[in-house]
């Protein structure tokens, strides 16, 4: 283990301390519970895994102490890893499982739901194998939640998830990419929209089953949204964006990719919420705090049937938008016929060069 100079300086100190105060460590259990959780901050998961069976001293003291927990490098039998740990790691509030391949089963799932009620983010991200039976369990064990990552499962239901949301009311952030069958209007008007209300980033990208029905029940239902995803649901059409607009005032990046039912209404609404909901966005941008106002991004690749007019009014209304080389937040790949649309600092760029006087030939 290699540690910076900051932190071998507070280890230093933690054994200052406990020279001053007279503390001898003649045995591993000897070591302070603090000191000892200290240490474990500064080394891997696997070397954390390790550790907790040193002793029943040092078992306890992660089992009480240990509150984030990545097993993502586990690329072989994690299902069992899971199963043993979640008994011993009772007060882990978050916990990330994402696989390169499928491995974690409902039991799993079972076992962290039934030990780790204090769990508030939970990444199970492409666990092929986990059904409505781990929905359920979490929903019961784990009503704490703010942060689920579900994003490539594939197996669970709408009816799942509607128990899920009934339950798990103190969700903020929620991925759902891929998850075509759980994710339809029903679950986005009746579960999500009705019970979510604190909800602000939410990723439904590909769940192409999805209507205006179902974004505008959502839009009415989660006001606080900052960040939506809608990329690939090509249902949907100007009705869900002006929805968003009206509603959903503290949007901050939308994703529209390969939307192609969007055309310029949808943008112009998106710039007149701009100018209404935030009046005073221009003398912001001049303090430069433009980043606290409005949309941050914006993806339309693919929506061909854009006008560079319409485009140009949204990032006109929102400066916090980029066309410039390296901070792309408008996103427009694919769209040949809106090479014409430019950010703020462009325009500026262009009008300060053209201030400059020109020496006389």
Known sequence: MVMGG??????????QKMKMEGIS???????PVELLMRILSLVDDRNVIVASGVCCGWRDAFSFGLTRLRLSWCN????????SLAPKFVKLQTLILRQDKPQLEDNAVEAIANHCHELQELDLSKSLKITDRSLYALAHGCPDLTKLNLSGCTSFSDTAIAYLTRLCRKLKVLNLCGCVKAVTD????????NNCNQMQSLNLGWCENISDDGVMNLAYGCPDLRTLDLCGCVLITDESVVALADWCVHLRSLGLYYCRNITDRAMYSLAQSGVKNKPGSWKSVKKGKYDEEGLRSLNISQCTALTPSAVQAVCDSFPALHTCSGRHSLVMSGCLNLTTVHCACILQAHRAHNAVPHPAH
């Not at 072989?76 to 199963?83: D, F, P, Q, R």
């Open 6 to 15: 900051e932190a071998s300086m507070e280890l230093d100190q933690c054994f």
């Open 76 to 83: 072989n039998n994690m299902n069992s890893l899971v199963l």
């Open 186 to 193: 029903n679950a986005l008007e009746v579960n999500i929209g």
């Open 25 to 31: 460590i003649k045995e591993w259990r000897d070591i």
